[in-house]
């Protein structure tokens, strides 16, 4: 089955600065590639997803990028602000499942 | 937010005792999910539905049942509850069509349920 790795676990970063966060990927059947935002006591929540027919994909300040032959697909959040504060987690879809990477609890300070 | 609701929220129960959680939708997607929710483990797959009375299992699926009567219903029950169970477990919902890939949706979360087994 598909197993998802995320790095790095934990990352800080001053406000204003970008943030990069890695997945890597085993199943070459996963064709869709989302990216969720937990905020502390809630249900992680969809902030942008990449289909596997496309290279890169942008919203505002957040990016994704997929490599497919790499098997490498990453989140860049540029100018963070520190509403961005939460823990990320990204995902693969195998069919009809999702498997997601243990999450990268991001930081933004001050 | 998808029509998704948890319930109970909050649930402290005894070693041994059975628990039901309970998902609830309104959107009328085909595919429920239930994820445990572990701190260093992500969000791990317990079962899953397709369909009315379709359920498969997950990754982690020992020590859990699920049952899906209705299409807006996803039951997750541990029949003897035991402290490695102590987690918070979530709901999910998503639109898969094997015939037409576009009609695909993302996972839609629902707002999570804590459990504590003392």
């Known amino acids: 089955g598909e197993n998802v790795e995320q790095h790095p676990s934990t990352l800080s970063v001053q406000e204003g600065d970008s943030a990069v966060i890695k997945c890597t990927y085993s199943d070459s059947a996963s064709n869709y590639f989302p990216w969720y935002k937990q905020e502390l006591g809630k249900g992680p929540q969809l902030i942008i997803d990449?289909?596997?027919?496309?290279g890169e994909k942008k919203d505002q300040r957040i990016a994704v990028t997929l490599n497919k032959t790499a098997k490498h697909f990453s989140l860049h959040i540029t100018e963070t602000q520190p509403e961005d504060s939460a823990v990320y987690f990204c995902a693969a879809r195998e069919r009809q499942n999702f498997v997601f990477g243990p999450g990268t609890r991001l930081s933004v300070l001050p | 937010d998808a029509g998704i609701t948890q319930s109970p929220r909050h649930k402290v129960t005894e070693t041994g005792t059975p628990v039901t959680l309970r998902c609830h939708q309104t959107e009328n997607h085909r595919y429920m999910y239930w994820y445990r929710q572990d701190p260093g483990h992500g969000l791990r797959l317990i079962h899953y539905s397709y369909g009315v009375k379709d359920t498969d299992k997950g990754e982690v699926s020992d020590g859990y049942s699920v049952s899906r009567s209705k299409t807006e219903d996803f039951l997750l029950t541990l029949e003897s509850a035991t402290s490695s169970q102590t987690s918070v477990y979530f709901c999910a919902i998503s639109q898969n069509d094997h015939r037409d890939s576009r009609m695909n949706t993302e996972a839609f979360f629902g707002q999570g349920t804590r459990l504590t087994v003392v």
């Open positions: 990449i289909r596997s027919n496309v």
